[in-house]
C-alpha cells in the first residue's frame, strides 16, 4: 500500500523571462510583461508530495521534519527573497520559467530523498497559474 504525503512552502522571487539570442521585440512578443528586463516578481507557493511504502516501525512514509529541513534548505534559503536569473546558479543560463523551476526543485529534492519513494513538485506561479512534475523524462 503506498501512501502521499505532502508539505507546502512558499518563496518570494524576482525573474525574467527571456532568450538572450533574441531581439527585445521577440522577447517581448513571446513572454509580455515576464520579459521585463527590469524583472518582475512572484509569490510562489510551492507543494512537495513524497509517496511510498508506509514504514512498518514509524508509521512514516517520510518523517515530515526531515522533509520540511530538505525543502528549508534546498529550495526557501537559496530562491527566497532573490533574483533567480541573477543570484541563483542553476537559472545563470536556464530562463527560469515555472516549468524549469519546478525541474531544479525536483533535482535538488530528488538527490536528498531515498530512492524507493516517488518525487512530486507542483509550483504555483500565480494562484491560477502551476506545474507539476515527477520526473518523468518522457
Given at each position: 500500500m503506498k501512501v502521499t504525503v505532502s508539505r507546502k512552502a512558499h518563496f518570494n522571487a524576482a525573474h525574467r523571462l527571456y532568450n538572450s539570442e533574441w531581439t527585445d521585440a521577440r522577447n517581448a512578443n513571446i513572454f509580455g510583461k515576464c520579459s521585463n528586463p527590469h524583472y518582475h516578481g512572484h509569490n510562489y507557493e510551492l507543494i512537495v508530495s513524497?509517496?511510498?511504502?508506509?514504514?512498518?516501525?514509524?508509521?512514516?512514509?517520510?518523517?515530515m521534519k526531515v522533509l520540511k529541513d530538505l525543502i528549508k534548505s534546498e529550495v526557501e534559503e537559496p530562491f527566497d527573497h532573490k533574483n533567480l536569473n541573477e543570484e541563483v546558479t542553476e537559472f545563470k543560463t536556464l530562463n527560469p520559467t515555472a516549468e524549469n523551476i519546478s525541474v531544479v526543485i525536483w533535482n535538488k529534492l530528488r538527490a536528498k530523498i531515498e530512492k524507493d519513494l516517488e518525487l512530486n513538485i507542483t509550483l504555483y506561479e500565480t494562484p491560477r497559474n502551476f506545474v507539476s512534475y515527477n520526473g518523468d523524462m518522457s
Amino acid at each position: 500500500m503506498k501512501v502521499t504525503v505532502s508539505r507546502k512552502a512558499h518563496f518570494n522571487a524576482a525573474h525574467r523571462l527571456y532568450n538572450s539570442e533574441w531581439t527585445d521585440a521577440r522577447n517581448a512578443n513571446i513572454f509580455g510583461k515576464c520579459s521585463n528586463p527590469h524583472y518582475h516578481g512572484h509569490n510562489y507557493e510551492l507543494i512537495v508530495s513524497v509517496k511510498g511504502e508506509i514504514h512498518p516501525e514509524t508509521g512514516f512514509v517520510m518523517d515530515m521534519k526531515v522533509l520540511k529541513d530538505l525543502i528549508k534548505s534546498e529550495v526557501e534559503e537559496p530562491f527566497d527573497h532573490k533574483n533567480l536569473n541573477e543570484e541563483v546558479t542553476e537559472f545563470k543560463t536556464l530562463n527560469p520559467t515555472a516549468e524549469n523551476i519546478s525541474v531544479v526543485i525536483w533535482n535538488k529534492l530528488r538527490a536528498k530523498i531515498e530512492k524507493d519513494l516517488e518525487l512530486n513538485i507542483t509550483l504555483y506561479e500565480t494562484p491560477r497559474n502551476f506545474v507539476s512534475y515527477n520526473g518523468d523524462m518522457s
